[in-house]
Structures are given as C-alpha cells and as structure tokens.
Nanobody, 114 residues
C-alpha cells in the first residue's frame, strides 16, 4: 500500500514562490509516473507536471518556465517548485502516482493573493 502526503502550500503574494512536497509512504514499483495536478474553484482538475521513472519530465503550457518538478534519489519525496506565482495559480494541488495502481494525496491549498 502506498500513501502520499502533500505539504508546502500556503498564502503567497503575486510574483512569489512556493515549493510543494509529496512524501511517499510505501514502496513504488520500478515503473511509475508521478503527477502534480491542481484544481481551482469551479474548474476541473488539470495536470500541471509529470515525472516518469525513466527520468522523463513534462509540463503543461501554462506553467512552463515557472514550475519545476523533481524527486529525491530514493523516490520517497517529490517536489514542485513554483516561481512567479499569479492569482490564477490559486488551487488545491495534488500529487498522484500511477504505478501498479493510482495513488493520490489529500491535496494542499495554494493561494496567490496581494
């Protein structure tokens, strides 16, 4: 059984930065893909970035150049570093790992406001 726990959300001013963390409890198989998604009020959940077990990384257009996804060596922590945040980045951010099954964290709120 795998459990994901996000942290690092909060309130930040426009132009500010935050780094989200997703801690993985349990063991992942060798073949996995980890996503960061977000959901803003009244809008559908959207994928923000992904990192694969082969090292491949991909970003949605609306965060390219501002967000960076990464992980530590033993796959126990995934990160989403966000810079130049704007009010439209306000959302609940979720980490999700697709491996033998799909695993989701509980989400962490990011609010970008003056």
């Amino acid at each position: 059984q795998v459990k994901l726990v996000e942290s690092g959300g909060g309130l930040v001013q426009p132009g500010g930065s935050l780094k989200l963390s997703c801690e993985v409890f349990g063991s992942l198989l060798d073949d996995w893909t980890m996503y960061w998604h977000r959901q803003s009020p009244g809008k559908p959940r959207r994928s923000v970035a992904l990192i694969r077990s082969d090292g491949g990384i991909s970003y949605s257009e609306f965060v390219k150049g501002r967000f960076t996804i990464s992980r530590n060596k033993d796959k126990s922590m995934f990160y989403l570093e966000m810079i130049m945040l704007q009010p439209e980045d306000t959302a609940v951010y979720y980490c999700n790992v697709m491996a033998d099954a799909g695993y989701w964290g509980q989400g962490t709120q990011v609010t970008v406001s003056p």
